[in-house]
């Protein structure tokens, strides 16, 4: 099974609507992060979580939110669902301290119309 | 902010050759470096990391370098297999804990021709 799982895999959905993006992890990690890529852009950073109790915006966070319901799940929401926001979304998850590396999820394509 | 440079036209090798691909970073140096394979419609997958007082790392095939002065890092790929082909990112830490969590580059695909 895979360590760390993306639910849906992929979206469609319309202008307006608020949509939930999942991630679990199996890792036994404290820190997770969602990313989004889009063609030409690479990888930018949403948001990410050190613990269960701390939640930091990354480079990207408007027209987002997030909620770390435990330690193995972070989800991230759009609130009211924009056609900008069309791109394939990528959780990961990192131990703490220092000089870890980042595993990340199979990603969820979503599709705003 | 900082920013990351990665060729970003594709890169195309002959199998067996070294395959070298470039990252650069303006500003201030980070306190290690990462490089990731992502292939077509899938998640990033780690592959090396060099500290910021590491000059050379190697791992099988692969070996990254990390020169502060320059603010550069070179990747090569040695004895390169159509299976290399794919799009290998780079990405910067700068606290070493994960403070700001990681920028990437936008990736340079590498092609090897058999």
């Known amino acids: 099974d895979a360590d760390v799982t993306q639910t849906p895999r992929n979206r469609i959905t319309k202008t307006g609507k608020r949509i939930m993006l999942e991630c679990s992890q199996t890792?036994?990690?404290?820190?997770m992060y969602w990313y989004r890529q889009d063609p030409g852009l690479g990888l930018r950073l949403i948001y990410y979580s050190f613990d269960v109790k701390d939640i930091n915006k990354g480079e990207i966070s408007d027209g987002y939110s997030v909620s770390r319901q435990a330690q193995a799940k972070f989800s991230l929401s759009l609130e009211s669902a924009i056609p900008n926001q069309t791109a394939l979304y990528f959780c990961?998850?990192?131990?703490?301290?220092?000089?870890?590396?980042?595993?990340f999820g199979p990603g969820t394509r979503l599709t705003v119309l | 902010s900082q920013k990351i440079e990665q060729n970003s036209e594709a890169l195309n090798i002959q199998e067996g050759k070294t395959a070298t691909l470039t990252c650069n970073y303006t500003?201030?140096?980070?306190?290690?470096l990462q490089w990731y394979r992502q292939d077509p419609g899938r998640g990033p997958v780690f592959l090396l990391l060099i500290r910021e007082n590491e000059k050379e790392k190697r791992k099988e095939r692969l070996k990254v370098t990390f020169d502060t002065t320059l603010k550069q890092s070179l990747f090569h790929i040695t004895a390169s297999q159509p299976a290399d082909s794919a799009t290998y990112l780079c990405a910067l830490d700068y606290s070493g804990g994960g403070a700001d969590g990681l920028t990437f580059g936008k990736g340079t695909h590498l092609i090897i021709q058999p």
């Open positions: 990961a998850t990192s131990e703490a301290g220092w000089y870890n590396e980042q595993f």
């Open positions: 500003n201030y140096s980070p306190a290690y």
């Open positions: 890792k036994g990690h404290d820190r």
